[in-house]
């Protein structure tokens, strides 16, 4: 079993930054795909930004060039640098980790922009 246990949520002004923080512990293996996910109020969660063990990351349209996702393999850590916040960026932000062709997923937390 894997658990992810978020942190970095808040309320945050529009035009504003926020680092969303993920840490893996339990049985951990050294090839994944970790990744963020939101959902806001009455919509479907959606993906926001993936990394994988080799570097590799991937957007959706609507956060490149304002988030950036990272990693820190020798922490079992995975973050999520969001700039320049809108107001549809509000939801809760999920972490998920695959591996072994697994998903585990971490319990969210809140990110609101508003003014």
């Known amino acids: 079993q894997v658990q992810l246990v978020e942190s970095g949520g808040g309320l945050v002004q529009p035009g504003g930054s926020l680092r969303l923080s993920c840490a893996a512990s339990?049985?951990?293996?050294?090839?994944?795909?970790m990744g963020w996910y939101r959902q806001a109020p009455g919509k479907q969660r959606e993906l926001v930004a993936t990394?994988?063990?080799?570097?590799?990351?991937n957007y959706v349209d609507n956060v490149k060039g304002r988030f950036t996702i990272s990693r820190d393999d020798a922490k079992n850590t995975v973050a999520l640098q969001m700039n320049s916040l809108k107001p549809e960026d509000t939801a809760v932000y999920y972490c998920?980790?695959?591996?072994?062709?697994?998903?585990?997923w971490g319990q969210g937390t809140q990110v609101t922009v508003s003014s």
């Open positions: 998920k980790r695959q591996q072994e062709r697994v998903d585990y």
């Open positions: 339990g049985r951990i293996f050294s090839i994944y795909v």
């Open positions: 990394i994988t063990n080799t570097g590799f990351t």
